[in-house]
């Protein structure tokens, strides 16, 4: 800094010299008042781009408008911030007077103060927090298809073989996919086919447009919708999705000691949405619900039934697409009875959304209290916008009554 003074000292000393004119002109001006002006200008803008992202960090979804600051992603900001001081350090070498020489300096410190942050808190890039457990865990995986079709051959099942409940968010229809899930969670003995009137334990369920597949039989499966009036951007863009609650129970005695149950959550992706709204109203559909449960028979039929009593069985644990990221305020009624999987047992992103590249965790899992998780992982098995999250438990002999609603 001290040299970019004295230098541009010199170059004003010498331009203002007696018996020197100083460069005049059009070209002389843009140099001497207009480029400096614009250096100082995108210094200031780097600075206003980090302060902006820090109270997302702050406020995160509390508010309408801090949730869209919120959704900010740290590295596109820092890149943004660099590109921004970067420019303001080419004006000012253009130029025939200093532009934002102090403001760069503090750009540089608060991208520096980000980063940090980012590695520490965010990344956790050299963090393991994986946890042994005795015998084999209970493993879900969850992967949102976003209404695509993809083909069962272009997907690596190996990552879905050692799973006991595969999620399959937003496939809109019955598969080959589905059908070559269940072949690979298929019992010895068992031809995997998609169960439908046959003699045998159901393995297959679908709710909220997903396919749902077990090694365990199951016991029940219910839905809600939630009541959220759709915005115009929704039913434009979003209008086939279907958003909700579901519920599923696995007779899982013989080898966990208990039933055990989980929630499937798929929250409306609406912008314009503020998100501690779905959360209420998502957990007030599992509070309220009061409708139809599908149980199978002995033959594996589907059979109607209404719930005897009002709500959602007690989950293990919640699963699904939040569509807003891990850390939001939204997401404290969790925190009480709930532990999320990748900060107990994750390491490093743990980003699910978008693709390969992906720059937001928003697919979830909030494990009960009372069971362990023993790892949480993303990866990507096939083409698509969001990664599937792989996560382990250790479930507990029986549930200590935590409650999604507190």
Known sequence: MAEDLATHEQAETVASAPGRPGPRGPIAHLRRRILPGFGRLFAGLAIALLLIWLAGRIWTDEHLATQWLWWMPTPLVLAGALLLVGVSKLLEFASLRLGGIMLRPIAIILGCCVFGWYLVAEAGLWLSRAKSVEGEPFTIAYWNLSGGSVE????????????????????????????AVIAALAPAGDAGELPEDGARPVRYARVLASGVITRDPILAVGEAKLDLPASAWTKERLGTFQNGVAFVTLDTTERLGRDVTFWIVDLPSDPMLHRPRAIAAMLQAAERFAGTVRVPDQLGRWLQTERAATGFPEPDAIIGDFNTPRGSASLAPFRGGFAESHDQAGRGLGHTFIGRYPLWAIDLAFVSRSNRIVSSRVTMPGAGSHRALIVGLDVAEQLSGADASR
């Not at 990552?159 to 496939?171: K, R, S």
Request: cysteine-free.
């Open 152 to 179: 069962a051959s272009s997907v690596d099942l190996d990552e879905f073989g050692a799973a006991d409940l595969v999620v399959l968010a937003n496939g809109r229809e019955r598969t080959a996919l589905d059908a």
